[in-house]
């Protein structure tokens, strides 16, 4: 990953060079910015460029500031190059500011610029400020709080509509069933108005015994009432 990044700087530096090729007497110096996540002061395949937030002060030999440029106002912001062209042989003084980033790297460097030469590269490494870092953390908290409050939202809204139909389900079970209970109990009620009433109790007793007691013997010409002679005696004389 490092190699086409490595790749990437020296094409822009290239691209810068070639701008500057038809005057062979002018020179570049470009800084490139990298955020020291491991603050070793030196730029490793894993740490990310700086693409905005620096700004670069090209002072001559006399301390005199000849040119300005933001790395955001950059040709080449994306890989945290900014570079000044078009100078004259001689020496200068760079000089980079920041107020979201501390330097871990030196932030003033010295630059000869020699004619027809290689553009002058210095490595910036920087990393947020604490009250910076802190904002970003607070802002990405604050977003990280909607995105949940979004979904207990919609979490909300899923419970109350299942409750809402849990509750319709209900109602509509309780309906059948009233209906069903009724049906059946007005049948209940129609099938007890047909059946006869039960006889009373004396009369249950007596056909009974009338079941029990032997059927009376017949009364035959010739011979006495069963109720006046005894069955032993056949005589028509009655009992005394």
Not at 12 to 26: E, F, P
Not at 43 to 59: A, H, K, M
Not at 108 to 127: W, Y
Request: net charge neutral; proline share 8%.
């Amino acid at each position: 990953m490092r190699k086409p990044r490595r790749v990437l700087i020296l094409l822009c530096l290239s691209l810068a060079l070639v701008g500057t090729a038809t005057a062979q007497d002018r020179g570049q110096i470009c800084v490139m910015a990298y955020e020291d996540r491991n603050g070793n002061r030196k730029f490793d395949e894993n740490e990310p460029p700086v693409t905005q937030g620096i700004g670069v002060n090209l002072q001559s030999a006399l301390g005199i500031t000849i040119a300005t440029k933001l790395l955001e106002a950059s040709s080449y912001t994306v890989p945290g190059l900014v570079c000044l062209g078009d100078l004259p042989r001689g020496e200068y003084q760079v000089l980079l500011t920041s107020a979201q980033y501390r330097a871990t790297t030196d932030f003033a460097f010295s630059a000869v610029v020699a004619p027809g030469s290689a553009p002058v590269r210095f490595d910036f490494g920087v990393t947020l400020l604490p009250d910076v870092r802190a904002e970003e953390t607070e802002t990405q908290t604050s977003q990280l709080t909607d995105e949940q409050l979004q979904s207990l939202q919609s979490i909300g809204v899923g419970l109350i509509a299942s409750m809402l139909i849990s509750l319709v389900m209900f109602l509509i079970g309780w309906l059948i069933y009233m209906l069903v209970f009724r049906r059946r109990l007005k049948r209940i009620r129609a099938g007890r108005r047909q059946v006869p009433p039960n006889p009373p109790a004396g009369a249950l007793m007596g056909q009974a015994e009338m079941a029990l007691s032997p059927a009376p013997a017949q009364f035959q010409p010739g011979q006495g009432s069963p109720l006046l002679f005894a069955d032993e005696d056949t005589s028509p004389n009655p009992v005394a």
